[in-house]
């Protein structure tokens, strides 16, 4: 066959599927199904990375599907409190909702694992585990009972380890605190003598104004300084040992999920892995300038000693390790990502330059 002819049938493939392409992409059958689901959101919409995820979500959905994907979301509390979201979505009130399923540790002990844990992996690790190991499958596992069907739909990486009125020079200084705290690091803390309370993100400002706290955590610096915490402390701590990271999502009733078409499916897991790409790129973005506006303003940053930071490790395994022997679930999550990370850790350490090649002032 001559070269010419070759390259003449290599054409006529091409357009052929191209014309296949744009036949399907014109075709009803894409995007018929009209889905217009309500979705409650654990946190305000606008914060940065761990909720507007959900704004490109519900935008890309409706532009790809030609407006028959609709996702209409609510501020906390408009629907149901940030706490409840899994409960609504169970029972089948809400067809979905958009949270930190840390929050629902109290009765899924194994949530903390996917929703950010101390000491484990940051995001690009976590990423690799979730897609490609044991991750997904796991937690859609975990929530087969609940009737619920989870997508991972928002990454960021580490919070800030709090805000307290002193330093943090060793362990006997979380002792007798009034602090709120989330998820396995709160637990580390209690273990630690402190008092740990959990609040929703928007009650954290007036309970420190009130005095009713110490000391909180809750994201990063952009976060943090979008809900005001700078105003009333200015000591500012890091890094965030008991959240490498943090994620949200997308929660679907599972008979709800079980009803759409394939194509439907599809086009909402696609999203949500778009949206999880975006939130992170928007969140890194956003953090430089945020502790370059701390600086200015008068807060003190505090990096956590490497002895203090040792001694939370060795504390948090311990926590961890208890947790496990609880739950067989927590157990089963917990062995799969340290079996990866020791796995990674080789990559990780070999393949990456080292951080303080990374000049800053």
């Known amino acids: 066959m001559s070269v010419t002819h070759s390259f003449s049938r290599l054409t006529l493939g091409i357009s052929a599927a191209a014309l296949l392409a744009g036949s399907l992409l014109a075709s009803p059958a894409m995007a018929s199904e009209k889905i217009r689901w309500q979705v409650p959101l654990a946190f305000p919409s ?36 940030p706490f409840e979201i899994m409960n609504a ?53 975990i929530y087969a009972p609940h009737k619920i069907h989870p997508m991972l739909c928002s990454i960021i990486g580490p ?57 909180t955590e809750f994201s990063q610096p952009a976060i943090d300084k979008m809900l005001g915490l ?29 009803k ?32 370059a506006a701390y600086q200015q303003e008068g807060v003190k940053p505090q990096v956590l000693p490497e002895p203090v930071l040792r001694e939370l490790q060795r504390v948090s395994n311990e926590v961890l390790d208890e947790m496990a022997d609880k739950d067989p679930m927590f157990k ?7 079996e990866f990370m020791a796995q990674h850790a080789t990559w990780h350490g070999m393949g990456y330059l080292p951080r303080d090649y990374y000049q800053h002032d």
């Open 332 to 338: 089963r999550v917990l062995s799969s990502q340290r």
């Open 230 to 258: 700078d105003q009333i402390i200015k000591n500012y701590i890091m890094p965030g040992w008991h959240q490498t990271l943090t994620t949200s999502h997308l929660l679907v009733n599972q008979d709800v999920w079980n």
């Open 260 to 291: 759409l078409t394939p194509q439907s499916r599809a086009l909402i897991e696609m999203g949500c892995e778009s949206a999880t790409l975006k939130g992170f790129a928007e969140s890194e973005w956003a953090q430089p300038a945020a502790l």
């Open 89 to 141: 979505v169970s029972s089948g009130k809400y067809p979905a909702g958009y949270t930190w399923i840390g929050y629902d540790q109290g009765s899924i002990p194994a949530l903390p694992l996917y929703s950010g844990a101390p000491f484990n992996m940051e995001p690009p690790a976590y990423l690799a585990w979730y897609y490609q190991g044991d991750g997904k499958k796991l937690l859609e596992e």
């Open 159 to 215: 919070e800030g380890a709090g805000w307290f009125a002193r330093p943090i020079e060793q362990l006997k200084d979380f002792d007798g605190l009034r602090i709120r705290f989330a998820g396995i690091g709160g637990k580390v803390l209690e273990k630690l003598g402190a008092s740990v309370t959990m609040i929703p993100g928007g009650e954290i400002y007036q309970a420190l104004e009130r005095k009713t706290i110490d000391a």
């Open 46 to 81: 606008h914060l940065v990375g761990l909720t507007t995820p959900v704004k490109h979500l519900s935008e890309s959905l409706k532009a790809i599907s030609g407006g028959d994907i609709q996702l209409r979301y609510y501020e906390p509390g408009e629907l149901v409190p």
